[in-house]
């Protein structure tokens, strides 16, 4: 990673920076992270997949994902929802409100698995609601997609609501003068410039939902076949010493998320040539 | 809005946004036209809709742990806190911020620097290594230390032999702390220092200054805003960090356990009002850390207007 020699360079530091930041990193990140994949490398192909596509490891995949794009699907509707009414609308209680939209990203994992299981349990401020209604949500997969939802939903309303700032009220007001209704103006003229930013929230709450642990695991309840999220099952593998099949198990979620954080890079540049923002 | 506005994009799975546009309220702009106000049947329901949403799934789960970690009353609640494991657990939570927040400190200035101020190949590819913590599952983090200095590990047998532990004892809980907050402050400074150019520390350097003349008297009071930012942030998950931590822990109680992993244990031998008071403590954390973000926010987009007005 050399610099082109061509320019002669005013600032020092240079080097110092750049070596400390290579180290660091290969160092913190890359060599732990290399020592996945060639722990993977001790087991033939057929160990492998033998390990990761166990029946238990598959329903937990399907619980995950599907729990995760469900939970990121519906923060994609509410935060745009949230968003919106943050930038066009003036209410009481806004400033807090908008402070307290990032408590997700504050306020540790486990704090809000106790407190989302509290909740949702059948004695519960909202369990003993739904409870008549036959429905139960604490210890069941229903559990899982409410932890993913409550820390989903920062990352679709700070990706949205710097883009809706930003719209010229130009363009909704040259369609409105030329007839068209207000739905039409959103479904037409808004939503347009907002979807590469709300695709970006939506890929962004879906890869934290997948990897998502501390929030989910009190609420879950952890039923096998049932209720266990992926990120258990390398726990679960860790706790009978098994490191090969955590390990499996891990470089399967490292190569999704290294596929979603390619979309997401492309997401952003996306955004950026809608909306004319630099990145 | 003026074309100087600098925002950042939201980050793989911390913090987001740091932004200091005008800190005027911008609904004024768009509730004053007709053609861009809906009506207020369409308004007062988006604004329930989404105010529910809001107390339901964030505002509830902080006031039940509140609520419930007073259930049994002001004794109990300070028995939970003053408890020796308790006690312990604070410690070593405090320990692992720290370490961790001035490691990442420098790491993320000397990223900024080498990344902001030069022109290199592979430019953009290190700025997406060095997201990459973001973007792995907490779990993972923890688990590929053990991989590299567990007892089965690459350098266990050698660590074994020198009679060094660093799983399921306080290095590795402090080595999976950094791993998790380690873009924070990267992450927030490259943007900053990119948009801020390099002239003024080129004319420093032309009139003499040394590198850390520079960097202290010149580029720091520029940044400070956005580095305290990122501080609050690595802090803030530093202190609460749960599934790494978790992993190459042990749950050995007294020595390797921290804030939230002694808030895991309580619950998990039914002792709620004393989980939920030792959680009220990481809740209280939590909103001072918000309080102290809208706060950092607020200065610096008094700074960055400031400046605005000063330059043209």
């Known amino acids: 990673m050399n610099a082109p020699a061509r320019s002669f360079r005013v600032l ?35 160990q492998f997949w033998a390990v990761v596509t166990a029946p238990r490891v598959v329903a937990s995949y399907k619980l995950s994902f599907g729990m995760s794009l469900l939970a990121a699907a519906i923060n994609a509707v509410f935060g745009l929802m949230l968003a919106w009414a943050l930038v066009r609308y003036r209410f009481p209680g806004k400033k807090l409100i908008d402070a307290l939209v990032d408590l997700p990203f504050a306020l540790p994992t486990a704090v809000a698995g106790i407190a989302l299981t509290a909740l949702y349990a059948k004695n519960g401020w909202i369990g003993q609601l739904l409870e008549p209604l036959g429905i139960q949500v604490a210890f069941k997969p229903l559990g899982v997609l409410v932890a993913l939802v409550f820390i989903g939903l920062p990352f679709v309303v700070r990706t949205v609501q710097p883009i809706l700032e930003d719209l010229d009220t130009e363009l909704e007001e040259a369609a409105a003068s030329l007839g068209a209704v207000r739905w039409q103006i959103f479904r037409h003229v808004i939503l347009p410039v907002l979807l590469p930013a709300l695709l970006t929230g939506f890929a962004l709450a879906f890869a934290r939902a997948v990897g998502e642990y501390g929030s989910v695991i009190f609420i879950a309840g952890n039923i096998p076949m049932v209720s266990e999220i992926t990120p258990l099952m390398i726990i679960t593998k860790l706790e009978q010493y098994d490191y090969t099949g955590a390990t499996a198990i891990a470089v399967v979620m490292l190569m999704f998320s290294f596929t979603l954080l390619l979309v997401i890079n492309g997401l952003q540049a996306w955004t950026a040539k809608r909306t004319g923002r630099n990145r | 809005m003026d074309g100087e506005t600098y925002r950042e994009e939201p980050l793989m799975s911390g913090a987001v946004a740091m932004q200091w546009s005008g800190a005027g309220d911008s609904a004024a702009r768009f509730e004053t036209k007709a053609a861009t106000r809906e009506a207020p049947l369409v308004k007062w329901l988006i604004i329930g809709l ?13 006031v039940a742990v509140l609520v419930e970690a007073l259930r049994k009353g002001w004794e109990t609640y300070l028995t939970a806190l003053l408890d020796p494991d308790a006690l312990s657990a604070v410690k070593l939570t405090l320990i692992a911020a720290v370490i961790a927040v001035p490691l990442n400190l420098v790491f993320g200035v000397a990223a900024a620097w080498a990344i902001a101020k030069f022109e290199f190949r592979g430019k953009h590819f290190l700025i997406t290594l060095i997201d990459l913590p973001f973007s792995v599952s907490p779990v993972i983090a923890g688990l590929i230390y053990v991989l590299v200095f567990g007892a089965q590990g690459w350098l266990g047998p050698w660590l074994y032999e020198h009679d060094i532990r660093i799983i399921f004892a306080v290095p590795g809980i402090v080595l999976a702390t950094v791993f998790v907050t380690f873009p924070f402050v990267a992450r927030e400074l490259i943007p900053l220092m990119e948009a801020q150019g390099k002239e003024e520390e080129e004319a420093a350097v032309v009139l003499g200054a040394n590198g850390w003349q520079t960097f202290w008297h010149v580029t720091l009071p520029n940044i400070k805003w956005g580095l305290m930012y990122g501080v609050i942030l690595t802090n803030a998950r530093a202190m609460g960090e749960f599934g790494a931590v978790s992993v190459v822990s042990g749950h050995i109680r007294g020595e390797t356990n921290t804030l939230p992993l002694h808030v895991e244990i309580l619950y998990n031998e039914y002792q709620f009002a004393a989980a939920f008071a030792v959680a009220s403590l990481l809740a209280m954390l939590a909103l001072v850390t918000l309080g102290l973000k809208t706060w950092v926010e607020h200065r610096a987009a008094a700074a960055h207007n400031e400046n605005q007005d000063g330059t043209s």
């Not at chain 1, 020092?12 to 290399?34: C, K, Q």
């Open chain 2, 50 to 62: 989404s105010l529910s949403f809001f107390a339901v799934f964030l505002l509830m789960p902080l």
């Open chain 1, 12 to 46: 020092p530091g240079f080097r110092l920076t750049l070596g400390y930041t290579l180290a660091y990193l290969s160092l913190i990140v890359l060599v732990p992270l290399a020592a996945v994949f060639l722990k993977t490398f001790t087991l033939t192909f057929d």
